[in-house]
């Protein structure tokens, strides 16, 4: 089976930096997802990892450890807007083929 | 056009209705996923489609009934459903499951079973 994990809740500051972390066990890893989800609405794709290191994609960054089991989400000059749902999945690799699993989600909340 | 489309947005049936939930993607992508969304919760994946036939089946009830008549549409026929399958259904699609590309969610359709 998998385990993937985030923290439930965190709280951050407008224009602050935030680091959302997720670990996760599983067989066949093939690749890290960051998705970010308001309530109500669909998942949002911002990153995704391979391999290992650090990918940017303007206020936001993903990295990544395949040999920890790690990755983090990173947001710079945090906005109100970026108050959602972010949501790690692992995507495994299967008999039938890659199949992606999500984290519980971690619910950010931006503060003035 | 990086639209995933479903429709209803909103449904309520009752547990002895037979109804289906719609998915259009004009990306020409391959690969094609129902997600069960409950409150609170991460989506839980149900079906994969890959080039029109099921790939994965989560050991989903028979009451949900997934059909890919072509490469850009997906269904989800319901019969029978119970009040717990009460939910945000999301559709997604990527451009191949084999290859780790991001898949694109639709915006979901909220189901209440009465």
């Known amino acids: 089976g998998q385990n993937i994990d985030q923290p439930t809740e965190m709280t951050a500051t407008e224009g602050a930096i935030v680091q959302i972390n997720c670990t996760y066990q599983?067989?066949?890893?093939?690749?890290l997802f960051w998705y970010q989800q308001h309530a109500g609405e669909a998942p949002t794709f911002l990153s995704y990892?391979?391999?290992?290191g650090l990918e940017e994609k303007g206020r936001f960054s993903s990295f990544l450890s395949r040999s920890k089991g790690y990755s983090y989400l990173l947001l710079k000059e945090l906005q109100m807007k970026d108050s959602a749902s972010y949501l790690c999945?692992?995507?495994?690799?299967?008999?039938?083929?890659?199949?992606?699993?999500f984290g519980t989600g971690t619910q950010l909340k931006v503060e003035l | 056009d990086t639209e995933v489309t479903q429709t209803p947005k909103h449904l309520v049936m009752g547990m002895t209705n037979k109804k289906s939930l719609k998915c259009e993607q004009h990306?020409?992508?391959?690969?094609m996923y129902w997600y069960k969304q409950k409150a609170k919760k991460p989506p839980e994946l149900m079906f994969v489609?890959?080039?029109?036939?099921?790939?994965i089946n989560e050991s989903v009830p028979s009451r949900f009934s997934p059909e890919c008549p072509n490469s850009s549409l997906l269904n989800l026929h319901l019969h029978a459903l119970q009040p717990e399958d009460s939910a945000l259904y999301l559709c997604?699609?990527?451009?191949?499951?084999?290859?780790?590309?991001?898949?694109?969610f639709g915006q979901g359709t909220r189901l209440t079973v009465v």
């Open positions: 997604a699609s990527s451009q191949d499951f084999g290859r780790v590309t991001e898949a694109f």
């Open positions: 599983t067989s066949g890893f093939n690749g």
């Open positions: 990892n391979v391999l290992d």
């Open positions: 999945a692992v995507r495994r690799l299967t008999g039938g083929g890659n199949k992606l699993t």
């Open positions: 990306m020409g992508h391959r690969a």
């Open positions: 489609y890959s080039y029109e036939k099921l790939s």
